[in-house]
Structure formats: structure tokens, C-alpha cells
């Protein structure tokens, strides 16, 4: 056959190559393990309710662990060192998520921020690129745990967006040509994990700030 007659695959989207789903990568005891891990330092750095730069809150609760933690408030995004209502440091980033990095990402560096998210069933998060980081060339792995989410994913530069199921346990990454991918969560399937104590969704993305 001819490369001029070969159908184009109808969901790829070059722009997108960077973009990498790993599902299921932590096994159920894992998650188990990081999600006590996880609470446990949130009992230090509680979540909290962010608001956009123009005031309106999050449907999303918010918290960080690592040196750096990415915050929004009517001053506008930004990472800093400590939490914005108590004024500690975060607490570190634990050893399962900086392995995790290592081997997913291969970048030289430790991520230096771990932004948490937390989703009730009608939390959501609007499409949005991550590009308050100072070097856009790392890239930028996410850990979900407990109820499934539905994010929607674009190429940086628009056009059409895609829909992905991000289970308790799955892994993806944005990085090279998607590193500025569009994306965002459209909803949560709630009830769809018993992971977390209080149902929902938590989301941890490593980063490189600095
Ligand atoms: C979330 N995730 O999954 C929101 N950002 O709750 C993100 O905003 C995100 O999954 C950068 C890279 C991967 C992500
Ligand atoms: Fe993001």
C-alpha cells in the first residue's frame, strides 16, 4: 500500500506524543501505602481552598508536600515554600513518589513540588496548561488514587480534545510536545473506588518549579 492511501488513525495527534499513560502502574497495596502516607501529611499541611487570581474558589482542595508548593490566591499562581494559612514548610515528598519520577520521567533532577489534589464527587477542574514552572522542559507526572476521573486532554495550541480515564493506581505524564498540552478533569465517577476514607478523588503531580 502506499503511504498516500494509508488511513490516518483517527484519535493520534503528533502533538500530543509526549503524552504517557501508564495504568495501573501502583498495585493496590501501593496505593494503600501512599495514601496513608499521604494523610498523614496532610494532618501537617492541611487542605485548603484556593481561589483563582480573580477571586472565584476552587471546586478542588488543595495542599503540597516538597520544598515548593503551588499556590493561587488574588496575587495570582505561583510556588512557595511554606502553607498559605499556617505558614510551615511542606512536608517531603515520599520516597514512593520520588522513585516513581525517576524511573518514569529519567529526568536528572528530583521533582522539587507535589501539588495534592483533592476531588468530591462534583469537584472538577477547568482546561488549563501547567506553566508556572520556570524550566517547561521537565516534565510533569501525576498519581491518581481512588475514584476514577474523566480529564480531557488537547494539543497546546487547540483543536480537538480528547477524553481518558484516569483510575486509582494509573500514572501519566506530560512531557516533550505535550509538556503545554490543554487538560483538565470534566468529572468524577464518585462512588467508583472505596480508596480514600471519605470517597473522592486525589491526584498528586510531581514537578520541577525551579
Ligand atoms: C488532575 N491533573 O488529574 C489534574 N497537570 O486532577 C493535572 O492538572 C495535571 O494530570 C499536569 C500533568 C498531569 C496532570
Ligand atoms: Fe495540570
Redesign the pocket.
Known sequence: MSLMTRPAPLMTDDALDGFRLWPGRLAAPDQARLRDQVLAALRAAPLYRPVTPGGRPFSVRMSNLGPLGWVSDRAGYRYQATHPETGAPWPPIPDVLLSLWHELTGWPQPPDACLVNLYDADARMGL?Q?RDEKDLEAP?LSVSLGDTAVFRIGAAGGGRTRSVRLASGDVCMLSGQARLAR?GIDRILGGSSSLLPDGGRMNL?LRRAT
Open positions: 488549563h501547567d510533569v487538560h503531580t
